[in-house]
């Protein structure tokens, strides 16, 4: 039996090489970003092995390194998600309550939409709630973007 031996990551920089187009890519889930170990394969092929370590979570655009070279970049994948325009604070707050209610995480987006992962039943509940104004839409889902982050990372102005 053949098999590869993944490269190991042995330091993690955030956010350096983002846009860099020498590095390879390395593509995650949403839902990866806190996983304590990882075996991966790179856009290219090359099978990483990673670990938390120190950091919390992994990040859009952590550059791993292996020995001081860089060998890839993390980005996260879009997936299908349930979007929300509200119009108003009432309708915010009456959204990210029934999905707090699902347990599920509530994501705030680029172009200021609430968002959450595509769960075929919920999107059933919100489209008989919020009817055509609910819609399925491909987006990132980056932990900064959720509430839960944005609450607790939030400034208070007086």
């Keep these: 039996m053949n098999t590869v031996q993944p490269v190991v990551i042995d330091e993690v920089k955030s956010g350096l090489h983002l846009n860099d187009p020498a590095s390879d890519v390395l593509e995650l889930e949403w839902f990866e970003n806190k996983k304590q170990k990882l075996t991966?394969?790179?856009?290219?092929?090359?099978?990483?092995?990673?670990?938390?370590g120190n950091i919390k979570e992994?990040?859009?655009g952590d550059s791993l390194y292996n020995n001081g070279q860089l060998i890839?970049?993390?980005?996260?994948?879009?997936?299908?998600?349930?979007?929300?325009p509200t119009e108003n604070e009432a309708e915010?707050?009456?959204?990210?309550?029934?999905?707090g209610n699902q347990?599920?995480?509530v994501f705030?987006?680029?172009?200021?939409?609430?968002?959450v992962p595509y769960?075929?039943?919920?999107?059933?509940?919100?489209f008989f709630r919020y009817g055509a104004r609910i819609q399925l839409t491909d987006a990132q889902l980056l932990s900064h973007q959720s509430l839960r982050?944005?609450?607790k990372n939030r400034t208070h102005e007086n």
Excluded at 108 to 115: D, H, K, P, R, V
Excluded at 119 to 126: A, C, F, K, P
């Design 40 to 52: 991966r394969t790179t856009r290219s092929g090359l099978v990483l092995e990673l670990r938390l």
């Design 58 to 60: 992994w990040h859009q």
């Design 72 to 84: 890839a970049t993390i980005h996260f994948k879009t997936c299908l998600t349930i979007s929300f």
């Design 92 to 99: 915010a707050a009456d959204f990210c309550y029934f999905i």
């Design 103 to 105: 347990h599920l995480p």
């Design 108 to 115: 705030l987006t680029l172009n200021q939409q609430f968002a």
């Design 119 to 126: 769960d075929g039943r919920l999107y059933e509940q919100l």
């Design 149 to 151: 982050y944005l609450a």
